[in-house]
């Protein structure tokens, strides 16, 4: 009997061990490292910069296809407009626009309505670009993980969304709000009378590119220029920070290191340098590098850098010019921009305007990166830029658009919205065979979307046109 | 309350402890009956009990002992003998030897031994000297080519490189998941994950290799879920036990071991030697170009100075280590104790690679009473080096021309000395990382046996270290035509601490039923604690060169991970055996989880293994001495890591900026009904020995289905994520395993005993998850568009290899698999045409291996060598597709020929067209542009997946015991010397360095991508050992 009690005291002694309460000792796995909500701030924060590394990545992309930059490897993929996937972009895209999402749907909760108006600028802004390269792509079931192979939307009517979101944007931010921006905001500070001129300005732009459709009213473009910037000092910029270089320094300092990138297209030097158009133009040493001889040689698009040196016999980006300041600014939409669309929109209705437009977008650029108050007056006054509005033609109007626009991804859509028209403007060297001798119109589905998301993706040739190129 | 009915409960059982009296005592010699030596360390227990003591060294012993109590009297390599007592004061045995004893014992779950003939599954075990023997410093390593069905895998020649061990296949459908077995420490598990560096790899160790192999008793495999269910879901792909050295009773013994070893490249590829700098043939000394200008006959005409250095060997010096061991070990009947110092100082074949490791152990065993024993064991250890960028070392050495001497890298000043492309050797000296790890693993056993029947244990274990990184890559020193290596430069401090916890009891009930039926039940609770932390900080631009300070650098970011895991099991397990024929293991677990979903974190599996020595049951000839049957069926649960589930928001590590933090949606969101994974395995096994044991052939065959598993399943970004981690998909390994060892001669001086194990293993991913076509394992660069990528496709093995291939006449268009039979299709330029289309190209797997081990032994000399191999593995071979890229390779050298390539013109027709294969105008006046091997060769994957079999000496020993007529007028009780070799290749069709190197790690799965990997090495060593 006593023997048995015992054998009861181990049993006891074995299950006392045994169940040392599970529930609340196993309930550890909430993440320290990540909360489960975000503050409105921080999305904002995270939405501007990121808006802003979209601008890079997808100008990076494009910088090839408008002439800008050249390989210094022959027929490398991107250059000589092969398909390339740009899987990281279109995840980079994608990244910013959800945290867009989520921070348009707390700010509704929290009627914080100008968080709510610049989150619908910013998905406005990111969502145009993804359509202007890639046409079709999720948005109405995208974001809220309604499903793991969200449908694509047709990019016409993507393009209504873009603009519904810009007028509701400015609705929002000329209303009252229960929460004020501040230095979250890294493009504007907060300020809402910036915001709705930016979203005016995005309007415009965005009107514009139906430049070659039926539903083109450059009336509206118009009418939208108007309520937009009034000068540079209303460009929507984000400058870079101590921590984090402007991508465009980082691309001349690796190429500086050896990681070669940012070497000069031969076309671009040609247009500055007087070979194209007569004229020399003073932004060039402000924009790119001279070789160790102190000339401006480009490297031909597709060919490569032969047997150029890796350093010193081309023109490349160098560390410090307007664009490759460390801590410089990247340009979003600029009021130079604004001035060419003008120009573009008025060249049928009001020609005298459109001209004006021009020259004052040449003066907004050139005062943007700091040419001397003669040289511009120079450079304006040389016939070969000062026509005089009788010879002034649309291609004017491109040709000086494209040198506002350097390394920004909108020349790109210009570039197609005029055929690459350009003077003197070549395919590249080793030109991708499928393209039938024809340049490239928009991109290829990325490989993460064919793999992860395969029966939603369309189908699609780099020779078909995104909605509004015809 | 609880605290009091507990203490009660304890003193209660200590109470019981004396309750036994009447005892006599006896004691005694033992001698052995052929030598008639006394024999030291002689187990002696009292049957049916646990009180027992060893023989001292003079081989006396004392023992209480009752009446009618039966002595057993056991050690290795010696018959048992039982004795009754019947009131003798003095009981002398003499022990017979038994080479061959049939009673092996392992060691399986938290310590318990079993005799291995009671097992329904197979295990393998590997003692003190077959590990010792390999000469390697990880214990990883040490294990190659020993046991069948494991893989084991150097990731490089680096000194603390780390090795990486897989039993039984990839088991898992996750490309991050650690498909390797747990490790276990006297009952006790350890961490054994590889981290590796930010960044260039810099091959950094897995955490096993902290433990000095010097300390090793033994090592036993436990290969399937049968083996591991009792260690629950952290031992789901096997578990490897390691038992470390304990001190004996009788005289204190000292132990001192000096090794010092010499380490070189074990392979080169073929380079060519004729072509240097420049390109196009023109000769150019600051050309990018390494090997793309014309002759040296031609440079030479040029400039009569210029040399052709062999920088391959010129790079790279001669490994050494010194390994210094000292070890003291002894005790009395009632305490035990072993300790032990040892130093390792490696230095690599790359410069300035280096790794050395200071351990020290202590452990000790102290009986208390015939009932209460408690043993303790800890380890200390400093381990880290200098870890090299050796992937960017080689991919330097490719760029660097060899007419200029890579050797001379430095300036006076100390700037680098260059024609233009950066040195390896500068780099490899200035662009430091780091690393030192302290880690204590410890535990402390109490075990009490307050009656025959019943023992209760407890065991608690730690692992704790701290991994201490500093990686520097300095910035420009300011002065001017420098070739700095970086415009910035930066110094990231990496801080890792990690804690694991280890809490483990059980009881164990035995009971004899009948003369013949036998049970052993044992049921115990075991709980784990990993508490992880990581911080990183790095700092950019430095305000004053070369001073290297997190405070002086203008630019800083910082990261910080927590992570914490706790898992809780029940387990029992029910050994029931018949008359020493019939042995039937049933165990059931549960364990519950923090790392699933509250409601879905407790999960059951059961085993069950039957083994039957069927000599035993029926009358068979002499020669067949043994012959056993074996079969299990068993279930592993797996959970996963911590707070994997549902949404959440990070801060990206680029904040703050401008002293904002910012925030976004985190890109993996977790399943909120994740369940935990099963893995359901059946294993079939034959035990079989003939001619009193001198031949055996051991065979299993084994299945195993993954279900459920829980994979980061890559969706759609646009969804609103990147990762869905969900239940999906079933992965199946099914395999052979065979062990034929022998002693085919055997007299009084000579002996010579060779075992041979080989296993076959075939993968299947049965399935993924619907809408999801492919998972990827890893993808490496190659030049031109050859980057090839590893794929896990339903229906498909393991570790497919996708890439570009030659276009073939013919080729199945549905097919995703290249076929090489068919002819190439030529193109109009008379070059072969590429297939951008990824095919599958090979499979990075190996479908066989094996190992081969030989030992002879003739009175002092013995002779050892151990060949493994493994076969059916291809690689891609990252070094060659940049040794054509940069015409280094010796099949480059054909680059001014005239040829008409095989193959088929499109419309099927023998093509006759005459090409040129090098750059620029050919004889023909035809422009070929940058050449075949630039233009096309380069390009095409399907040139550099190659076969990677090989078959490997992986280590041969000479060695010579000093005989007793020598020792007798030495100071030492024993002593040794030996001279071994390590790593010498036999035989591969792989053209490269080592084809066992590559470049993710142990941790990562992509085996099959080399990389620019850390070439292989071979070694030499001379070894001194001494006895006191």
Known sequence: ?470 | MKLKTTLIAILAVFQFASLFAQESSVSGLVTGSESGEPLFGVNVLIKGTNRGTTTDFEGNYQIDVAPGEVLVFSSVGYEKQEVSFTGQSTIDVSLVEDLESLDEVVVTSFGIEQEKKSLGYAVQEIGSEEITKTKQQNLVSALQGQAAGVQVTNSGGAPGMSARIIIRGVNSLDPNADNQPLFVIDGVPIDNSTIESAGTPRGLSNRAADINPNDIESLNILKGAAATALYGVRAANGAVIITTKKGKAGRVRINLNSSVGFDEINQFPEFQETYGQGFSGNYDPESFWPNWGPSMEEINQIDPDVRFYDIWSDAMRKGTQFDNNVSISGGSENATFYGSIGKLDQEGVIPFSDWSRTSAKLSGEVKFSEKFKFSGNINYSVSGGNRVPHDRFMERLVYWAPNHDVEDYINPDGTMKTYGNTNPIYDARFSTFEDEVNRTVGNLRFTYSPAEWLDLTYLIGTDYYSDKRTEVTPGPMGIDGENPLSSTGFIRETRINSRDINSNFFVTLKKDWTEKFNTTLRVGNDIFERDYERLDATGENFVIPEFYDLSYASQISTSQDKRKRRLVGVYGDLMMSYDETLFLNVTARNDWTSTLPIGNNSFFYPSVNLGYVFTESFEQGDWFTFGKLRGSWAQVGKDTDPYLIGQTYSSPSIYPLGGQVGFTRFSQFGDLGLKPEKTTAIEFGTDLRFFENRLGLDVTWYKSNSKDQIIPVPVSESAGFSTFVTNAGEIENTGWEFILRGTPIKSENFRWDVSFNASYNQNEVKSIREGIEEIVVGSQFGYGGSSVTIKLLEGEPYGNIFGTSYSRFGADENSIYLNEGLPIIIGENGFPSRNSTQLVLGNTTPKWIGGLKNDFSFKGFDFSFLVDFRAGVDQYNQYDNFFSAFGIAKYTLNRNETIVFDGVNADGSPNTQQVWLGQGEGPDGRNYGAGFYRNTYRTVSENFVQDAAFIKLRNITLGYNFQDNVLKVLPFESARISVAANNIILYTPWDGFDPESFSSGAGGNATGLTGLGYPGVRSYFFTLNLGL
């Open chain 1, 1 to 470: 009997m006593k023997f048995k009690i015992k054998k009861y005291k181990y049993v006891i002694l074995a299950v006392a061990f045994s169940f040392i309460s599970c529930d609340d000792y196993l309930d550890i796995n909430d993440n320290p490292n990540n909360p489960t909500e975000a503050p409105l701030a921080g999305l904002m924060v995270n939405s501007t910069y990121e808006s802003s590394q979209n601008t890079f990545r997808m100008g990076d992309i494009a910088t090839n296809y408008v002439q800008y930059l050249a390989s210094p490897n022959a027929a490398s993929s991107s250059d000589i407009m092969e398909p390339v996937s740009y899987s990281g972009t279109w995840g980079a895209l994608y990244n910013v626009m959800t945290d867009i999402n989520d921070m348009i749907l707390q700010a509704q909760a929290e009627e914080a309505n100008h968080y709510e108006g610049v989150g619908q600028i910013l998905m406005a802004y990111n969502l145009g670009m993804a359509v202007d390269a890639w046409g079709q792509v999720p948005y109405s079931e995208a974001f809220n993980f309604v499903t793991v192979t969200p449908s694509y939307d047709d990019d016409a009517q993507l393009y209504e969304e873009v603009l519904g979101l810009l007028d509701a944007g400015i609705a929002n931010l000329s209303a009252e709000t229960n929460a004020s921006i501040g230095d979250d905001d890294f493009i504007y500070g907060g300020n809402a009378e910036n915001w709705i001129k930016f979203a005016y300005m995005l309007k415009a732009r965005y009107l514009n590119h139906y430049s070659e459709t039926s539903s083109y009213d450059p009336t509206a473009v118009l009418a939208a220029v108007g309520n937009g910037f009034d000068g540079n000092e209303d460009d929507a910029q984000l400058e870079y920070f101590a921590e984090q270089f402007n991508p465009w320094a980082d691309v001349a300092i690796d190429n500086a290191n050896l990681f070669l990138g940012g070497w000069i297209s031969e076309q671009f030097i040609q247009a500055l340098d007087g070979t194209t158009f007569g004229v020399e133009d003073p932004r060039l040493p402000l924009m790119v590098g001279a070789t160790d001889d102190g000339e401006y040689i480009g490297t031909v698009n597709g060919a490569g850098r032969g047997d150029a040196p890796e350093q010193g016999a081309r023109s490349v980006l160098e560390e410090g010019d307007f664009y490759t300041t460390r801590q410089g600014p990247l340009l979003l939409g600029t009021y130079a921009e604004q001035k060419f669309i003008e120009a573009e929109a008025a060249f049928g209705i009001d020609k005298a305007r459109s001209y004006q437009a021009y020259l004052d977008g040449i003066r907004a650029h050139m005062n943007k990166i700091g040419v001397e108050s003669s040289e511009i007056e120079e450079y304006i006054s040389s016939p070969e830029v000062s026509m005089g509005v009788d010879s002034f033609t649309i291609d004017d109007i491109f040709k000086e658009k494209w040198v506002a626009m350097f390394l920004n991804p909108e020349a790109w859509v210009d570039a197609r919205r005029y055929d690459y028209n350009y003077e003197d403007f070549d395919l590249p060297e080793n030109l991708n065979p499928d393209l039938n001798g024809m340049f490239i119109r928009r991109l290829a589905y990325p490989d993460s979307e064919i793999s992860r998301n395969g029966s939603n993706v369309p189908d699609v040739t780099l020779l078909d046109a995104i909605f509004w190129d015809e």
